[in-house]
């Protein structure tokens, strides 16, 4: 231990990290100091992500920079034009995020391969768009998205401008661990730039991802904007500009900015928790929507790759959707608005069936994916062709992309898409609940939930268990078919086998003869069961929404409480 805190003392380049380590260990915190550098942060999917701080398990300029220069050596080694290609950079509003990101840069330059580098902070989505706009092998954004103010990250996205899966996250991963083994070479960004490894990218990048979202025909819906107004809040994150521009770009002139919330802020002294999702963290937009009136309260997360709302109740007060509402109201209205050969859309596996009946019903193709938008987008891709062009996908937790400009989550494409569709509806004297129970009404009202079960950590893993001792039943309903991800087989009730099309994961999925739907997998952090359950409750002539809502709910409940009773025994 004291030989690794030795060498890492020597090789931080950063006089705060190294102040902080001193006094951990001029007070001698041993358990706080194993934690640091027993072990190093993993390096995965989503690239980076933990808590600021001294040492090889947090995130911090040494382990930036070890991280950007295995990602050199990774890219070199798969992609012979890399260097010439070159990186794409931006970062977000948090205190370190641009130190990092220009540590980043002169990682990659002196390594040989050419940075383009955001000169201010930049959304995440316009990284990803970047990436295929500037024909570079990988993209990083510096972001801990919607994580607490005690965090930041190192997102990577490939030269396809989707973000990386396996085998590029280990791979990456054995080139840090050697880098971190060997001598740093950094190359000053003045340099870099006299050399031409930097560009600075500047405001026409920016005007360059605003022109091409202005063009994308799923964004060129002008119905009657000036029919509806939105309050909005960028969360203290980087996206209120771009976003503010690209509504007035779409005629959207009432628009009400929380200004409490608009300028990017590391501190999120505003929310608690500055994820959308979150109880309380859409207080501040609702309140500004109830002041103005406003048809809709709209919020971004903090890199504003996320897209969240709120719609006016017939009482003035608001109501949030949820992610599958959103999506399901998004591939409605965008497939009855798409060229006939755009007519390719995706969910998780954790997300609503409902945009599956909704594909169906339209004749257009769907397809499922694990969760993480990851795969979304690398497996539309692959399912494209040029009768079934890719249209839209999304998955629960707040993310969409609208179109292929942006091959990730778009939170500001969104937001101008829901607008649209919104002003459409309003045009019409509809609202988003009307067209809401409509689809209810066509498909069946379709509701999902979330629980999480904690385990025992000694215990033997969960799905070794539910694997050995077959469900035949939950909660009173017979399992017609049981996907296990983890053998990729799937067993009907009659005991045929077929083989699912997905990448191995430790995942259950329970399809019950009343259409609803669990879907069981062990979290990847703690010891805990993620339980995902649906219900599917037909709507007859005579229904209000509101009584088939509470039909639902009835039923998820019944749902919930007595399988996670069985799982418990």
């Known amino acids: 231990m004291k030989t690794k805190i030795s060498r890492w003392l020597s090789r931080d380049p950063d006089p705060n990290t190294r102040y902080e380590l001193q006094r951990l260990i001029d007070s001698q915190e041993s358990a706080e100091l194993e934690d640091r550098f027993n072990g190093r942060l993993e390096f995965g999917t989503a690239g980076l992500r933990g808590i600021v701080g001294a040492g090889p398990n947090r995130m911090n300029r040494l382990v930036i920079q070890e991280t950007a220069i295995g990602l050199a050596h990774y890219l070199k080694a798969q992609q012979h034009d890399a260097e010439f290609r070159g990186v794409v950079i931006g970062y977000d509003g948090r205190p370190d995020s641009k130190q990092f990101a220009c540590d980043a840069a002169s990682a990659l330059t002196a390594h040989g391969i050419k940075v383009y580098l955001t000169v201010r902070v930049a959304a995440t989505p316009l990284v990803a768009f970047g990436v295929k706009h500037l024909g570079t092998a990988a993209g990083i954004v510096v972001t801990a998205s919607h994580n607490p103010p005690a965090y930041n990250g190192f997102k990577v996205y490939w030269g396809n401008g989707a973000q990386i899966i396996p085998p590029h996250d280990s791979g990456i991963a054995a080139e840090i661990d050697a880098a971190a083994q060997q001598e740093l070479h950094l190359m000053d960004l003045e340099i870099a730039h006299q050399q031409g490894l930097l560009v600075w990218l500047d405001d026409d990048f920016y005007q360059e991802y605003r022109r091409t979202m202005n063009e994308n025909p799923l964004l060129s819906n002008h119905t009657q904007p000036d029919g509806i107004s939105l309050a909005y809040t960028a969360m203290h994150g980087v996206g209120a500009n771009m976003a503010e521009t690209l509504l007035h770009d779409a005629g959207f002139n009432h628009v009400y900015s929380v200004a409490a919330q608009r300028e990017p802020d590391g501190a999120f002294p505003t929310v608690n ?246 879907v069981v997998r062990p979290s990847g952090t703690e010891p805990k069961l993620k339980c995902y359950y649906e219900v599917v409750e037909p709507m007859i002539h005579e229904d209000t929404l509101e009584h088939a809502q509470q039909r639902a709910e009835s039923a998820m409940n019944d749902l919930i409480l007595q399988h996670q009773a069985s799982i418990a025994s």
């Open 273 to 518: 928790f500055p994820n959308p999702e979150e109880p309380g963290a859409m207080d501040m937009v609702i309140a500004e929507a109830k002041k103005h009136g406003a048809t809709l309260a709209c919020a971004n997360d903090p890199d504003a790759d996320r897209f969240a709302v709120a719609v006016q109740l017939d009482n003035g007060e608001y109501k949030m959707l949820t992610g599958d509402q959103v999506g399901v109201l998004f591939g409605h209205y965008l497939l009855s608005h798409a060229k006939s050969e755009q007519n390719l859309v995706g969910a998780t596996i954790v997300s609503s069936s409902l945009l599956e009946q909704i594909a169906k019903s339209a004749g257009a193709n769907y397809y499922q994916t694990l969760t993480g938008f990851k795969w979304l987008t690398n497996v539309g891709m692959k399912q494209e062709t040029e009768t079934s062009q890719f249209l839209f996908a999304y998955e629960e937790a707040l993310g969409y992309t609208v179109g292929s400009e942006v091959w990730d989550k778009d939170g500001l494409s969104a937001l101008v898409a829901f607008a649209q569709l919104t002003a459409e509806l309003a045009s019409n004297g509809q609202t988003i609940w009307d067209q809401l129970e409509a689809i209810y009404r066509e498909h069946g009202l379709y509701l999902n939930a979330q629980r999480s079960i904690a385990l025992d950590p000694s215990a033997p893993p969960i799905g070794d268990k539910l694997r050995a001792n077959p469900v035949m039943q939950i909660a009173g309903q017979t399992v017609l078919q049981t996907d296990d991800l983890k053998s990729s087989k799937r067993t009907f009730q009659d005991g045929t086998v077929e083989n699912i099309d997905l990448p191995a994961s430790d995942v259950l999925i329970y399809h019950l003869d009343s259409g609803a739907r669990v």
